[in-house]
């Protein structure tokens, strides 16, 4: 059982359509990750959320952490096939320095 | 992007063999971890380095060993490699925030 459940596991859009990808858990995270992974490469670091009900903007994406901080969403506005990839989320379970990741959300935006 | 390698890239190898991956910064980050990517599970934490000669395990640790003699190497051993152990691995490295910063992995068969 993995301690954070993202979904979907997988999305196939529209260039130009929206979408919401949900990580959730029962556990409280002292901070969240969000990462996105490219097929042959390492995951790369999106954004971290650190306090409850906290919003993060990055271009057309929108990441919360919920008010409880035991999970998070990330939206996408106006997807384009550049968004395309496997998106990861993690969380830190107080400060043991231990991360435990989502099972990823594999989008794919169809030009 | 962060300065981190990991040797070798690629490796195949036999059933009961043993195993030793790399990982190597530049960064003189506190922080070291070893993941697995598996289909479906994500990113799951084998062991993590929290300074030279300190280390502690993760969630799939059996079967693994670790090393870190110096900052900057952090050595994940497979005393007798299962083809169970057939995975990505990834190193991650992190200073005093939660983000981590990804290697480029290794991709490991057990035949």
């Known amino acids: 059982t993995q301690l954070l459940e993202q979904s979907p596991q997988f999305l196939s859009i529209q260039e130009g359509e929206n979408l919401t990808v949900y990580c959730n858990s029962s556990?409280?995270?002292?901070?969240l990750q969000w990462y996105r992974q490219e097929p042959g490469e390492g995951p790369v670091l999106l954004v971290t959320?650190?306090?409850?009900?906290e919003v993060k903007k990055l271009k057309r994406l929108t990441f919360q952490f919920g008010d409880a901080r035991k999970d998070s969403s990330l939206h996408i506005t106006a997807a384009q096939p550049g968004d395309t990839g496997l998106y990861l989320c993690?969380?830190?379970?107080?400060?043991?320095?231990?991360?435990?990741f989502g099972s990823g959300t594999k989008l794919n935006v169809k030009p | 992007d962060a300065g981190i390698t990991q040797s070798p890239r690629h490796k195949v190898t036999e059933t009961g063999t043993p195993v030793t991956l790399r990982c190597h910064q530049t960064?003189?980050?506190?922080?070291m971890y070893w993941y697995r990517q598996d289909p479906g599970h994500g990113l799951r934490l084998i062991h993590y380095?929290?300074?030279?000669?300190?280390?502690d395990k993760g969630e799939v640790s059996d079967g693994y060993s670790v090393s870190r003699s110096k900052t900057e190497d952090f050595l994940l051993t497979l005393e007798s490699a299962t083809s169970s152990q057939t995975s990505v691995y990834f190193c991650?490295?992190?200073?005093?925030?939660?983000?981590?910063?990804f290697g480029p992995g290794t991709r490991l068969t057990v035949t």
């Open positions: 960064e003189n980050h506190r922080y």
């Open positions: 993690a969380g830190e379970l107080g400060n043991f320095n231990k991360f435990y």
């Open positions: 556990s409280v995270f002292s901070s």
């Open positions: 959320v650190v306090t409850g009900g």
């Open positions: 991650a490295i992190r200073d005093r925030d939660p983000e981590q910063y």
């Open positions: 380095s929290y300074g030279v000669k300190d280390t």
